[in-house]
């Protein structure tokens, strides 16, 4: 799961302010000159404040008596693994929707995001992905620091010839390239890559297992020392800092029973949407 890297966590109240930043905010520069009497111009530090509040995601696992006592004499115990799996699913809820904000175009700058089509697909023999890359991160107002790929598109990606030769030095027709060799490639702090998986059908339904991250391939520029108070990033998750697990008694069957709980209040948002690039259909196939 790489939802914590893509948008990493930041502390924040029930209720929170933050700042948003528009196109100008950091690219205007008054006049610095000042006169030996006089005083230096001012400017506000922050962008457009907005209000927010944090959201609650939790499950609750139910467990009955018996089944524990059983367990106990088997040497397993039955609340912790409830707690791993409750604790689980949240996280991969979590990441669906880290997921959908990068992958959701209205999050970015209309000059930022470009669906892809014939030679400039990756998959295409004709395509320069790394020409492509590099224009998209050098078109961005803030320069991504790290780079998002769907599992199947940092597949295709790490074996296309253009890559190959890039990192490699050989003329391009074996070998893969690793995330550290891209990452210098392209002068970026990070490459993440979506491996999830998740079930897209309500539960009683036949299960249909999908990839949280499509064909897809996402920048951003991610200053970690930003929070709440300001700081331009392309994004962040508010979170209280305190997780919650553990278990209630409850009334359930003849012997009783306990709910195994886990949760979380987080708030994810996009702070400046000139902070990151996002490819479409990356792949024809």
């Not at 299960?207 to 970690?224: E, H, K, L, N, P």
Request: charge should be negative.
């Amino acid at each position: 799961l790489i939802a914590d890297d893509v948008l990493p966590r930041v502390k924040a109240s029930r209720k929170f302010s933050w700042q948003s930043y528009n196109e100008a905010e950091d690219f205007t520069v008054p006049d610095t000159r000042v006169g030996r009497r006089s005083a230096p111009n001012q400017v506000e530090i922050g962008g457009h404040e907005l209000e927010s509040a944090l959201e609650d995601y939790g499950i609750d696992v139910p467990l009955d008596n018996t089944t524990i006592k059983e367990a106990e004499g088997n040497g397993w115990d039955p609340e912790k693994r409830a707690v791993a799996r409750a604790t689980n699913i949240v996280m991969l809820d979590r990441e669906v929707r880290v997921a959908n904000i990068v992958q959701n175009s209205a999050n970015y700058n209309a000059a930022h995001r470009r669906i892809l089509a014939g030679t400039d697909q990756f998959d295409d023999a004709a395509s320069n992905p790394i020409d492509l890359l590099l224009e998209m991160m050098d078109d961005c107002w803030m320069r991504p620091n790290q780079l998002v790929f769907g599992n199947q598109v940092w597949r295709v990606f790490r074996q296309h010839p253009e890559v190959v030769k890039a990192v490699h030095g050989n003329s391009g027709d074996s070998g893969v390239a690793s995330r550290q060799a891209v990452a210098e490639l392209l002068e970026v702090q990070r490459i993440l890559v979506g491996t999830a998986r998740v079930n897209i059908k309500r539960p009683g339904e036949n299960a249909v297992i999908a990839r949280t991250w499509s064909d897809v391939v996402a920048g951003q520029f991610i200053d970690r020392t930003a929070d709440t108070s300001g700081g331009v990033t392309f994004g962040f998750t508010a979170e209280d800092g305190k997780k919650v697990a553990g278990t209630a008694d409850v009334d359930m069957g003849l012997y009783g029973g306990k709910l195994v709980r886990s949760g979380e209040s987080v708030k994810e948002l996009v702070v400046a949407n000139r902070a990151g690039f996002l490819l479409e259909d990356v792949l024809a196939a």
